[in-house]
């Protein structure tokens, strides 16, 4: 089973599209998450938010209690300038150091250039957002 990290927009439908694949980043977190201290920006699952649709798809998928979506707090939502910035920041670090994360260096870039691509919108359209998981 692997797991995806994928941005949720508030609202139903922001008006473009924000699919990330975020494979290769949810395989790699614990790496981004000390390279996201060592650079001095908030760590990817800081953005991270369980609502009930998220937590409704992980049961789908055979994941997690159905209690669980009783006692749920409300979504979390972050401005998408502050994920923009760790964003950047990470994508930049791996430009400019491609063996930081070995053979996985180039798949995650990939990744985050697509989470830059939809933070980048959400800002545009002054929305917010948060991290999402699914696992397959």
Known sequence: MGASLYIVVEGDDPGFDIFVNGHAVARNEESLERLASTL???????FFSADENS???????GAGNP??????????????????????TLINFLT????ALG???YPVL????EYERVLYKTAQYGLRWHLAASWR
């Open 40 to 46: 001095h920006v908030k760590p990817l699952l800081d």
């Open 103 to 105: 053979s996985e260096t």
């Open 67 to 88: 209690e669980w979506t009783r006692n749920l707090p409300q979504p979390q939502w972050y401005a998408a300038p502050d994920g923009l910035h760790t964003v950047t």
């Open 55 to 61: 937590m409704a798809l992980l049961l789908e998928q």
């Open 96 to 99: 400019a150091n491609s063996a």
């Open 110 to 113: 990939a990744e985050l250039r």
